[in-house]
């Protein structure tokens, strides 16, 4: 069919096959040409967001939800935020992309050198890529070859520790120092071997359990196998997608000195609880650690653009340098590490923190959690509250008296997401564990809403099943 100028003006999308789609046939489309993350296509229900304004989404159907896992944890600043938005705008019209193989651009070396007078010690080297994962692959790779060209190499060095429940990411690499059983047992051959210790969790502090016996674990496996370890994956102070795990306090810091004592390098995976989460810029900060190699992600830029960085010291960058011909550079790079669209928005998202007092602002918002949380803590089917700042979860338990979960096939966690999503919150739960991790924008009215919510939500869920047993 052929347009004239005048239909043209009136429906430009005509041109553009399925550019106009209903609602419905996006929901069709959704779930049949699009292969969502974790999810099981087949009892998939899609939500649609179709545009967002700070704290909230808003999708294909006008409803209003807040942003109560900050879009994946990432999300810093609140969505659409005019400083953010105007620094991607001003850089596309200077450049959207260039290479940064053999190539830079202003953008992304100012966004290198603020990373290096922010980050602590002489962490002044950063290695950009576009996700957390391919920055841990990064660290993970660093350490390695560190130890082939350094002044005293070893290498010997090949492994790595890693931590039980640990998650840095999905390639084979970060699923390989990484510990989450239940997502990578299938890929088991593809993995390669590391030293998996369990890591303490702040709740349970019995002799076998607390912070001094894992570091004497940790010290036994250090003084056995230094010789063949590289490096140390750590997800500092928090275990994730673990669970939002905390670890007692001083864990870190006790890393850091057995890896020090033991000649082993640390890897810092602050993808999720850097940026500000822990309520300071960086979580290494709250225990005053400097690790060899830094990994950040998703809050990079406040959330809005694809960008991760594997960031070392002076020690690490040292060993990489050398003539041509001895080959030490490091053969590693992503065509879209580096993005100038990406570092407008990092570097936005970086001067954002100071222009709005966000470190000042926190203590409340963190207490204000913590005074909720304090409630849910004796809700008949809560197993444990847990919260490290902005970071929190509810775990949900069948019997918090003997700590007996729900059968994992009733997604009790799913069902009162479930209800959140019909009462205005959008948040994405680890299983039976309800996460609360909003964007650091988010105001006091807005966290007792979202708590409100969730505390109505265990109780449509729990109570129902009561009624109905
Ligand atoms: C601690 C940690 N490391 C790494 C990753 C992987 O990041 P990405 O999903 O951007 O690859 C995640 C993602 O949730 C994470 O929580």
Redesign the pocket.
């Known amino acids: 069919m052929l347009y004239n100028r005048g239909q043209l003006q009136r429906a430009p999308f005509l041109f553009f096959r399925g550019m106009n789609p209903t609602n419905e046939q996006l929901h069709d489309w959704d779930k049949h040409y699009v292969w969502h993350a974790f999810t099981q296509m087949a009892c998939y229900d899609p939500l649609i967001i179709e545009s967002a304004e700070g704290c909230e989404l808003i999708d294909i159907d006008g409803r209003r939800l807040i942003d109560g896992v900050s879009s994946?944890?990432?999300n810093v600043h609140g969505h659409r935020h005019p400083v953010i938005d105007a620094a991607i705008k001003d850089q596309l019209d200077k450049v959207a992309h260039v290479t940064n193989l053999g190539c830079s651009n202003s953008t992304t070396i100012r966004l290198a050198k603020r990373l290096a007078d922010l980050t602590p010690g002489d962490l002044d080297h950063s290695f950009f890529c576009?996700?957390?994962?391919?920055?841990?692959e990064v660290g993970i790779k660093l350490a390695f070859q560190y130890w082939h060209q350094c002044e005293n190499p070893q290498p010997r060095k090949t492994t790595y520790i890693g931590f039980e429940d640990?998650?840095?990411?999905?390639?084979i690499g970060?699923i390989s120092v990484g510990g989450v059983d239940r997502f990578n047992s299938v890929f088991k051959p593809l993995m390669f071997p590391v030293h998996r210790l369990p890591i303490p969790d702040r709740r349970t502090p019995t002799p076998t359990t607390s912070c001094q016996h894992h570091l004497r674990t940790l010290e036994e496996t250090l003084a056995h196998h230094h010789e063949t370890i590289a490096a140390v994956v750590i997800?500092p102070l928090v275990?994730?997608?673990a669970g939002m795990i905390v670890q007692p306090e001083g864990y870190l810091r006790g890393v850091r000195e057995l890896t020090h004592k033991y000649d082993v390098l640390m890897v810092a995976?602050?993808?999720?609880?850097g940026l500000g989460r822990t309520g300071k810029m960086l979580a290494c900060q709250q225990e005053d650690v400097v690790p060899d190699i830094l990994?950040l992600?998703?809050g990079l830029t406040g959330g809005y653009l694809?960008m991760?960085a594997a960031i070392a010291t002076n020690k690490i960058w040292n060993a990489y340098l050398g003539d041509y011909a001895e080959a030490r550079q490091l053969c590693h790079g992503h065509t879209f590490g580096g993005n100038p669209l990406s570092a407008a928005a990092a570097l936005a998202t970086l001067d954002l923190f100071e222009q709005e007092e966000v470190f000042a602002k926190l203590p409340a918002k963190i207490d204000r959690i913590a005074g909720h949380l304090a409630k849910l803590a004796s809700h008949p089917h809560v197993g444990d509250v847990r919260q490290y700042g902005m970071i929190a979860a509810i775990e949900l338990v069948k019997d918090p008296a003997t700590g007996e979960h729900f059968p994992w096939t009733e997604r009790h966690g799913h069902q009162v997401c479930q209800f959140a999503l019909n009462h205005g919150l959008w948040i994405r739960p680890l299983g039976d564990v309800l996460v609360i991790m909003p964007p650091l924008a988010i105001t006091l009215e807005q966290i007792d809403t979202i708590c409100e919510v969730i505390a109505a939500g265990i109780d449509h869920v729990t109570l129902t099943e009561a009624r109905a047993r």
Not at 130 to 136: K, M, P, R, V
Not at 269 to 273: F, R, S, T, W
């Open positions: 994946m944890w990432c576009c996700d957390g994962a391919s920055a841990l640990a998650y840095h990411g999905d390639t970060t997800e275990l994730g997608a995976d602050e993808v999720a609880v990994c992600g998703k694809p991760s």
